[in-house]
């Protein structure tokens, strides 16, 4: 039996059994929670690996959820949801889910994204296990706590917001970060600067970080949304 539990959050109950029966079948653990209420109530008190969520819920908004559980934990929030449009998307992404899965999905794809997540956290696990002050991804290294990052052998020449901004990337690798959420964190909630100036800012980063700055190994773009720093093998 697979040791990963996850918590389903939807109230349409066709799909929802679609969703369980192919987490049945694929020997993951899961809880169920037909509304939002149940869902902050069973994630707090399961603590699951991994929370699959509806935002139309009956009782609470999908996102009201993701603001709640963000409160105190991390855990990995992945939306599943009928709304497509980029700005559900960034609210959601913005609130703190990991990743968004618009329906109607496939079952090929779903699974997809829960191996990715669970990479991800084996990464984050022994990353912890390890040394917090140095992250790693393929050929790149930051070290935290000399404040210094590196391209194999050779030291990158960052300006400061180059470094920051490839700081917030790595510790969040494998997750998009939008526009928003970047700004934010490098600049405060003050900042007025645009989508344009970060592109800049990124463009540069890009420039130092990438061999082939128009085919990234590391920093991939979303458009209209933001970045994700990639894990490369």
Not at 63 to 87: K, L
Not at 133 to 152: H, I, M, P, Q, W
Request: proline share 4%; glycine share 6%; net charge negative.
């Amino acid at each position: 039996m697979n040791k990963t539990l996850i918590l389903v959050v939807e109230d349409d109950v066709p799909i929802r059994n679609l969703i369980t029966t192919t987490l049945k079948t694929h020997d993951y653990r899961y809880l169920v929670a037909p509304n939002g209420a149940c869902a902050v109530m069973e994630a707090s008190s399961h603590n699951p690996d991994i929370v699959l969520l509806d935002l139309g819920l009956p009782d609470i908004d999908g996102v009201e959820v993701i603001r709640q559980i963000r409160t105190w934990s991390n855990m990995p929030i992945i939306v599943i949801s009928a709304r497509s449009e980029d700005g559900d998307k960034i609210e959601a992404l913005d609130c703190g889910a990991d990743d968004y899965l618009t329906k109607p999905f496939s079952v090929e794809e779903l699974l997809a994204r829960l191996r990715a997540t669970k990479r991800r956290l084996a990464v984050m696990e022994s990353t912890a296990a390890r040394n917090d002050s140095v992250f790693t991804n393929g050929r790149l290294k930051v070290d935290f706590a000399a404040g210094c990052a590196y391209l194999g052998e050779n030291e990158l020449h960052l300006t400061p917001i180059e470094y920051r901004l490839l700081c917030l990337m790595a510790r969040n690798v494998g997750k998009v970060l939008t526009h928003t959420y970047i700004t934010q964190n490098i600049w405060g909630s003050s900042w007025k600067g645009d989508v344009a100036s970060l592109r800049v800012f990124m463009a540069t980063l890009r420039k130092k970080l990438e061999a082939e700055p128009d085919s990234p190994q590391y920093i991939q773009t979303h458009i209209g949304v933001g970045y994700r720093m990639l894990r490369v093998e």
